[in-house]
């Protein structure tokens, strides 16, 4: 392509560019390192067919005032932890809500299927849940303590012992996803049938409400499990679905993204933990009001964080990314 043809296509392009650059103009950090991608494979192609030229010295001098841009929006950000709670992630998570709705699909299948086998097979729950659980909590039952199991223990033992449990079945589930995502969808499977079984076990029962103990920790605990799903589903399915990325590529891809997604849930797991060992064992004696707040405001929580948040962020990214694109285009001169 010849000099004057180089510079007549892409020049419009340039000089809003610079426009923004040179008037500050508030630019996304992704939008910006776009376009000084463009504008590096522009100073590139100038290189190596324009030696020597102005336009290659004016490419260069663009290129380096927008490094230098990119390099002082980069530093605006003082705190990466909070940045990343707050923005960074949930503005990433938006792209595999999809997939989380595989995730609880998948958990709420195998929840029905444990009900319904509980409902019609009494000696199912213990297949499920083991003679010496089932055993005691019958005893517990007729000794009018359906829940004593969560008594037992000390808070401060309580709280670290299923904190870490909770943490390690979130690991597994996204581990065992490795395994073109088998392995994920037995760890929802198996926790969906128990959950299911366990229901129906107090429900046969006729003590089906003193099951609201066990949602003071449960709504978050089960909700991140699902969660811990889709990061295992988003590493598998990279593997069996590369799209237009090598297998291996994809993979490292999605194993990144998946564990992204289990580090967002470990608070969430602390805060589950924290409930069980110091809330739930009073949950019984608390007001009826007060026990159907925490769960609520639990769920609330989960829902807003990992998908009315997410949505937000991405529409007001959207409408930041259309702005910032108006930005580079020149207005034309009234005359």
């Not at 494979?41 to 230098?68: I, M, V």
Request: include cysteine; charge should be neutral.
């Amino acid at each position: 392509m010849r000099e004057a043809s180089f510079v007549k296509q892409n020049k419009e392009k340039w000089i809003g560019f610079e426009n923004a650059l040179d008037n500050n103009a508030k630019i996304n950090p992704d939008d910006l390192a776009s376009y000084y991608i463009q504008l590096t494979n522009d100073l590139s192609y100038a290189q190596t067919y324009y030696p020597g030229s102005k336009t290659l010295l004016y490419l260069n001098s663009l290129a380096s005032q927008a490094h230098q841009k990119i390099y002082i929006t980069k530093k605006e950000s003082k705190n990466k932890i909070i940045s990343f709670w707050r923005d960074e992630f949930p503005l990433f998570f938006y792209q595999y809500h999809k997939t989380l709705l595989y995730s609880f699909l998948i958990f709420m299948s195998a929840v029905i299927i444990g009900v319904i086998s509980t409902l019609n097979d009494d000696t199912f729950i213990r297949l499920i849940l083991g003679d010496a659980y089932v055993n005691m909590t019958i005893e517990n039952i007729e000794n009018g303590e359906p829940m004593a199991v969560y008594k037992s223990g000390s808070n401060i033992g309580t709280f670290l012992g299923i904190t870490i449990n909770n943490i390690r079945v979130a690991i597994f589930a996204f581990a065992l996803g490795v395994f073109f995502s088998v392995g994920t969808v037995w760890v929802l499977f198996s926790n969906g049938i128990m959950l299911g079984s366990f229901i129906t076990f107090f429900y046969n029962y006729g003590i089906l409400e003193k099951t609201s103990t066990v949602w003071l920790h449960g709504t978050i605990e089960i909700s991140v499990i699902v969660i811990a799903g889709c990061a295992g589903l988003v590493m598998g399915n990279s593997f069996l679905f590369p799209k237009t990325f090598s297998r291996r590529i994809a993979f490292m891809k999605g194993a990144k993204d998946g564990l992204k997604i289990v580090v967002s849930t470990i608070p969430f797991f602390i805060i589950a933990g924290f409930i069980e060992g110091f809330i739930t064992r009073y949950g019984e004696q608390m007001p009826w009001f007060l026990a159907y707040g925490i769960i609520f405001i639990s769920l609330f929580v989960i829902i807003y964080y990992y998908i009315i948040y997410p949505i937000l962020l991405h529409k007001a990214s959207t409408i930041e990314r259309s702005e910032a694109q108006s930005n580079l285009i020149p207005k034309p001169e009234l005359t």
